[in-house]
């Protein structure tokens, strides 16, 4: 292609797409003068390489990579769990913005919101995934020029710039629980020296040191140098092919381990991840810094898409909520990375998160939720069996029984540099009280200016939505007042003091304020008596989330006679998610919900189809008794 018929074909895209603005032409691209980009990623690990200091590891590829590269000390997912953080990776946008917060409850993309691959591609990149989306939307046809189990850089047209991503599941929560002999046969191919010992596995301190709670880290760090060894192969190939001098290497994981009270929950556990970005020499001035360093710099995921976007020369949208940490001109460091907990399976959360570079400060909207709610999919896990077991048996003391608290704080304050394991929480300090106030308010601003729709239940912010994009819903006026539902939702966790005021907003005309008014009375158990009144009225409210969580606080009152009624019918609503949260209200009440059996069984013999149906059935039988 000649560099006339290359400057044409420019100008035909940039028609098209107004808001691409190439920086240099077709052919300038197949020359060379854009770096490839290559992401090689892993789920579910925390930085446990040794490249990151962890001395039970053997990752020799990645602390050779890390060698040559810059290791990210202060990299978070926004999330603790794989599809939010992925949408988030994807776009640029937190998933809480987009409505796709919540696992496997997909929502439609807003109009001009794109892929950040679709950016690249116009600009003449080859762009492949191989192979796991995940993004709780329909992935655009434009994303990818092929995403499945064969996509690679070798099937582009040669001397076309790319953009690939490998995803290694290996490490995944679900591979490391096989049986021994199913593990064994996984890891035929790693000598017995390269796998791990249970005896020598270290455990933080809220796991009790047994030999069942052992046995699980230790297959973990065998399949992390499983994977390790998988990235090596990659970046062989990379060599082979003659592409290691103009390509920059990505890797990290999607959060933190797949262990409890890692995923799923928002400590550093569950967020912080190994981030390793590999320059080569003709790129290297685009690097933070020279080969084997570490930069502390606070990055997120919600980061990447404008930093790939900068370190190509690409416009970067203006509704991109992360900032470029590389490139010619990066953003102004961060002072803060946020991270959010929602629903997860059958399990209905609310947490938000705010990590500084030293401070760590988490919300809990829902602290009446046991800290480790039951949960069918990671009930599994032996560990998760092994403490609930010992918890049973009056066996947990101290640090050990952090997992079995019956509920939780509404706010936590840790600090990462001295209590690495967030063990100890300092929101009750007098010595903090400036760091707590700081770090509130700093998530406060952060959640109204993101328009946060995790404020709104899920079968509500559908409701709202309309089929559209709850994004799009949460900035149109007067469809989400997001200040007045936040203000009475910070209610939550204030304690009795806040009963009178809660009561009042019970009659708001607001439904969203109305939900956070009974959710707050709910989390005062017995003290919100007097308000009994005005919660009885609301079982009568015409939106189910509001009737639902009234109808569980009188039951917490004894009232369990009017209330279950109203929760059972809930099981019956057209709307699949009103029905899971009738189900997981029933799952938290036991034995105040034992009236509720014959209603539950029915439930349970419609045997409606679909993922939603799925986390009903596994809410109801636990809430049987049964198993899953």
């Not at 590269?69 to 953080?85: D, E, K, N, Q």
């Not at 707590?436 to 709202?464: F, N, S, V, Y």
């Amino acid at each position: 292609m000649n560099r006339h018929v290359a400057s044409s074909l420019i100008l035909l895209v940039a028609v098209l797409f107004p808001s691409f603005q190439p920086v240099c032409t077709a052919a300038e691209a197949a020359a060379g003068a854009r770096p490839n980009i290559l992401w090689i990623t892993c789920e579910d690990i925390s930085p446990h390489l040794g490249c990151y200091g962890d001395k039970y590891a053997r990752t020799p590829n990645l602390d050779k990579l890390a060698a040559q590269g810059v290791r990210y000390t202060r990299a978070f997912a926004p999330a603790s769990v794989c599809t939010p953080a992925r949408s988030t990776l994807i776009t640029g946008i937190f998933a809480s913005s987009l409505g796709t917060q919540h696992l496997r409850g997909p929502q439609p993309l807003p109009a001009g919101v794109r892929c950040f691959t679709e950016y690249l591609r116009r600009a003449g990149y080859y762009c492949s995934n191989n192979a796991k989306e995940d993004y709780n939307f329909a992935t655009p046809p434009g994303a990818w020029d092929e995403s499945s189990r064969t996509a690679h850089w070798r099937k582009r047209k040669p001397g076309r710039p790319f953009f690939s991503v490998f995803n290694f599941t290996t490490t995944h929560q679900s591979q490391v629980r096989y049986s021994q002999e199913r593990f064994q046969q996984i890891n035929a191919q790693l000598p017995p020296g390269q796998r791990h010992d249970p005896a020598r596995v270290p455990l933080p301190p809220y796991y009790p040191h047994t030999p069942v709670v052992r046995r699980l880290p230790a297959p973990l760090h065998t399949q992390i140098t499983l994977m390790d060894k998988q990235a090596g192969d990659l970046l062989r190939q990379l060599h082979e092919d003659g592409l290691a001098g103009d390509t920059i290497v990505f890797f990290y994981s999607d959060h933190g381990s797949g262990l409890p009270r890692h995923k799923r929950w928002l400590h550093d556990s569950g967020t912080r991840v190994p981030l390793i970005v590999r320059f080569p020499k003709k790129y290297r001035h685009l690097s933070p810094g020279k080969p084997g360093s570490t930069c502390d710099r606070l990055v997120s995921f919600v980061d990447f898409p404008p930093t790939v976007l900068g370190l190509l020369g690409l416009k970067i949208p203006d509704y991109m909520q992360g900032r470029a940490f590389l490139g010619k001109q990066p953003a102004e460091p961060r002072r803060y990375v946020f991270a959010i907990r929602d629903r997860v399976d059958e399990v209905y959360e609310f947490s938000r998160a705010v990590r500084g570079e030293r401070y760590h400060y988490i919300r809990n909207f829902m602290p009446h939720r046991p800290r480790m709610q039951h949960s069918n999919y990671s009930e599994r896990t032996p560990i998760r069996q092994e403490i609930r077991r010992l918890a049973a048996e009056g066996k947990l003391h101290g640090d050990d029984a952090w997992l079995m608290s019956p509920d939780k704080p509404a706010e936590e304050l840790y600090d990462t540099r001295s209590d690495p394991h967030e063990i100890h929480n300092l929101a009750d300090s007098p010595e903090h009280r400036k760091t707590l106030d700081r770090m509130r308010a700093a998530l406060r601003r952060w959640m109204l200016d993101t328009h946060d729709t995790g404020l709104l239940a899920e079968a509500e912010m559908c409701r709202r939505a309309g089929g559209r994009s709850p994004y799009a819903m949460a900035r149109q006026p007067g469809e989400f007042d997001i200040r007045r539902i936040l203000d009475t939702a910070e209610l939550v966790g204030k304690g009795p003091q806040a009963t009178a005021e809660l009561a009042t907003l019970l009659a708001d005309k607001d439904s969203a304020v109305r939900y956070w008014a009974a959710t707050g009375l709910l989390t005062l158990g017995p003290e919100a008596k007097t308000a009994e009144q005005a919660l009885q009225k609301a079982l009568a409210d015409p939106v189910p989330n509001v009737r639902l969580a009234a109808a569980e606080a009188l039951c917490r009152l004894g009232r369990e006679k009017d209330a279950l009624p109203v929760i059972t019918a809930g099981l019956r609503d057209k709307d699949e998610r009103v029905r899971l949260q009738a189900g997981i209200v029933l799952s938290a009440l036991g034995e105040l919900g034992r009236d509720a059996t014959p209603d539950m069984k029915a439930a349970l013999a419609r045997k409606n189809k679909g993922t939603y149906a799925l986390y009903l059935q596994s809410a109801l039988q636990h809430a049987l008794g049964g198993s899953d």
